[in-house]
Each structure stands twice: as structure tokens, then as C-alpha cells.
């Protein structure tokens, strides 16, 4: 664990997320389909820690604050959502490769939108020692989740 508070954590995740996305994307067969399948799991654990942990403490301020907490709440969502048509439809499915695309697409930027949105407020509104303490709980949201 290279994270010293929350932000660097969801940083690291962020950038497994893209590498498995790229995995996937260039990826076919029982590859493509274990690959697929860590990165719902990935993606799914990200957003349950996010919905749980980050984007709450990002809704503790001004009236931005919480529109740009909602949003990315909003988002994750739907890509959570995503993910299961995509698993259900099957990594071999003719519809897969463009569904993917768009969902890559969808990941990509809301990985952006809270780096450039949600972490600087994160930065600005919580204390250091909270940050390094939403790190452990992210992380015990994330392996119950896991269990």
C-alpha cells in the first residue's frame, strides 16, 4: 500500500481501473473475460468506497461542493449500472465491443471529473489527518465489500 491518505488511494485505484480497462479493451476470449470480470470487481469496490466514504465528505460544504459530490455519486451509479448489462450481455457478444467503448469512455472521465473536481475540495475542506484516516476506511469499506 503506496497511499500515505484517501486521495492517493483513489489515485492509485484510478489508475488499476485504466489499465484494466485497456486490458479488456484489447483483449479477446477468456482473456477478455477474467479481465472483464477484475474490473467490475475493481470498479464496483471504487464506487461503493467512493459512495460511502468520499463523496459524503465532499457534500459537507457550499453549494458546489455538494453538486459536484451528487454528480459524481450520479455517475458511478450508472456505471456501476453499465457494467452489469455489459457482464449480463457477455464479453463475446456482438454488442459487447461498443458497449465497452462507451463505458471506458464513461470511467475515463469520471476517474477526471474527481480528480479535477471532487479531490481538490477533498484537499481544501478536510483536514490532513482526516484524509489519512478516510483512507482506512475506505479500505475497510472496500474489503467488506470484498468478503
Same mark, same amino acid.
Given at each position: 500500500m503506496g497511499y500515505s491518505d484517501v486521495i492517493d488511494l483513489l489515485l492509485e485505484q484510478h489508475d488499476e481501473i485504466r489499465?484494466?480497462?485497456?486490458? +479488456? !479493451?484489447?483483449s479477446r476470449g477468456a482473456e477478455? !473475460?477474467?479481465r472483464f470480470a477484475e474490473l467490475a470487481h475493481l470498479v464496483h469496490l471504487h464506487e461503493r468506497g467512493a459512495r460511502v466514504v468520499v463523496?459524503?465528505? /465532499?457534500?459537507?460544504?457550499? *453549494?458546489t461542493a455538494d453538486m459536484v459530490g451528487v454528480a459524481r455519486t450520479l =455517475?458511478?451509479?450508472?456505471? =456501476?449500472r453499465s457494467l452489469v448489462t455489459l %457482464?449480463? $450481455?457477455?464479453?463475446? %457478444?456482438?454488442? @459487447?465491443?461498443?458497449? @465497452?467503448? #462507451?463505458?471506458?469512455? *464513461?470511467? &475515463? =472521465?469520471h476517474a477526471?471529473? !474527481?480528480? &479535477?473536481?471532487? @479531490?481538490?475540495? $477533498?484537499? +481544501?475542506? /478536510?483536514? /490532513?489527518?482526516?484524509l489519512h484516516m478516510m483512507a482506512g476506511e475506505l479500505n475497510d469499506v472496500q /474489503?467488506?465489500? *470484498? #468478503?
Open positions: 489499465r484494466l480497462c485497456a486490458g +479488456v !479493451e484489447r477478455r !473475460e477474467r463523496h459524503p465528505a /465532499v457534500r459537507n460544504g457550499t *453549494a =455517475e458511478g451509479a450508472a456505471i =456501476e %457482464h449480463d $450481455l457477455g464479453t463475446r %457478444h456482438p454488442g @459487447f465491443g461498443s458497449g @465497452f467503448a #462507451a463505458l471506458y469512455r *464513461a470511467i &475515463l =472521465e477526471t471529473r !474527481e480528480e &479535477l473536481d471532487e @479531490f481538490p475540495i $477533498l484537499r +481544501v475542506q /478536510v483536514p /490532513v489527518q482526516r /474489503v467488506m465489500d *470484498a #468478503a
